[in-house]
């Protein structure tokens, strides 16, 4: 019940084309969805996250879209750039006054071709 | 921009050696945290710290493991003894609340 899995595993995007990676949770208690980007070597990098009484949410060329009665929910990278080209993971958490565990999916390798 | 810092960046050791790997997490943040990511995997939780005891770990975080933070800037993660199964990136992270954010990693490789 604490898994999240994410889909697809790679993906390969034209430069100006839209990434668009999803992820699934079980746990209803989740109330703390995070977008992490890691370059190879790197550790992971906040993108950006959503709470669960917003359905949408966009910073810059990222938006997280969020469905709590389906319990899903999806990165999309606008205008994609090679720069973009990366690892990235979501996670879901319960926030709690000890501590925010994140519980990672599997990740998604991106490659954006010039 | 206050960031996350992890030292060794890479450690190599043998079989059965304690190693201890080391962060200093961004100063005004209450919370703390070690990750690991086997190669090509998922990165997975070990264990949280906050008001200086242990508030959470995982299945993986048994009596092999513990973490410390011996002064007000540092918090480490202890191996007694280890095995060839730990040889992992080993991420330290820390959040003033809900955002978590990672040092670059120690790459830690058993021989």
């Known amino acids: 019940q604490q898994q999240v899995k994410q889909s697809p595993q790679s993906l390969i995007v034209q430069k100006g084309g839209i990434s668009i990676i999803n992820c699934a949770y079980e746990n209803t208690a989740f109330d703390y969805f995070p977008w992490y980007q890691q370059f190879p070597g790197k550790g992971p990098a906040l993108l950006i996250a959503i709470r669960p009484d917003v359905s949408e949410k966009k910073e810059g060329r990222f938006t997280i879209s969020f469905n709590k009665s389906a319990k899903q929910f999806s990165l999309h990278i606008m205008d994609s750039q090679p720069g973009d080209s990366a690892t990235y993971f979501c996670?879901?958490?319960?926030?709690?006054?000890?501590?925010?565990?994140?519980?990672f999916g599997g990740g998604t390798r991106v490659l954006v071709k010039p | 921009e206050p960031e996350v810092t992890q030292t060794p960046s890479h450690q190599v050791t043998q079989m059965g050696q304690e190693v201890i790997l080391r962060c200093v997490p961004i100063s005004n943040h209450l919370y703390f945290y070690w990750y690991r990511q086997i190669l090509g995997q998922k990165v997975e939780f070990l264990v949280s710290?906050?008001?200086?005891?242990?508030?959470?770990k995982s299945e993986i975080f048994d009596d092999q493991f513990s973490v410390e933070r011996p002064d007000g800037s540092n918090f480490t993660l202890k191996i007694r003894s280890t095995k060839l199964e730990d040889s992992a990136m080993y991420f330290c992270?820390?959040?003033?609340?809900?955002?978590?954010?990672f040092g670059q990693g120690t790459r830690l490789t058993v021989v």
């Open positions: 996670a879901a958490s319960m926030i709690k006054a000890a501590g925010n565990k994140l519980t």
């Open positions: 710290f906050y008001n200086n005891e242990i508030s959470e």
């Open positions: 992270a820390s959040s003033e609340w809900a955002e978590a954010f």
